[in-house]
Structure formats: C-alpha cells, structure tokens
C-alpha cells in the first residue's frame, strides 16, 4: 500500500463531503421548499452523507481547515451549478470572489502551517 493512502484518504473524504452538499444544495433548489419529494429526499440524503463524510475528516483534518475547504470550494461550486442548471448569471465582481475564495483555500492548503499535512 502506498504511504500516501493514509493521508490522503481524508482529502478524499472530504472531496466526497464537498460533492455531495454541493448535490444536496443543488437539489434544495428543485425541491421547491421541501415540496417534491424526490429533490428533497436528494436533499437529506446528500446532506447526510456530507456530514458523516466531514466528521471522519475531521480526525484527520483540523476543523478550520476542514471548513475553509469545504465550505469554500462549495460555494464555488454551488454557484457554477447555479449557473449552468437554474441560469444565474455571475457578474465580474462574483467572478473576483470566487477567485479570491479559491486564493484563500489554495493559500490555507499551500502556504499556512495550520494544514495538517
């Protein structure tokens, strides 16, 4: 077994916690306030899944950073399947945050000695 299967196995966790909140988030929208069933049963299940997935990261992963993660690569995420599935449109100043969101994340991943790798 590879020795970076051990650290990476809560990245890949939290990648999983990411995905599916996005998912869960997405489908809040279709589920038209909890009103249809099938967009709302997405809803739990995703967000289920993305929490148990988070509180296994975080015996790995200090919680700050876990959530800067997660919390950051969600919003842009969330915001471009916004933009493709429901047509919200992302002006130039929603475009600078994102990026800024993702300099934050890639400079608490890259940079700070807060990271636990």
Known sequence: MDANAGTMKP????ALAIVSEVIATT???????????QPSLVVVVGYGVSFYCLSLVLRHIPVGITYAVWSGLGIVLIT???????GQRIDLAGWVGIGLIVAGV?????VSR???H
Not at 27 to 37: I, P, V, Y
Not at 80 to 86: G, N
Not at 106 to 110: K, Q, R, S
């Open 27 to 37: 489908a809040l929208k279709a589920s038209d306030g909890l009103t249809r069933w």
């Open 11 to 14: 990245w890949l966790l939290l």
């Open 106 to 110: 890639l400079v608490l991943n890259l």
């Open 114 to 116: 807060a990271t636990s």
């Open 80 to 86: 471009l399947a916004a933009a493709v599935l429901y």
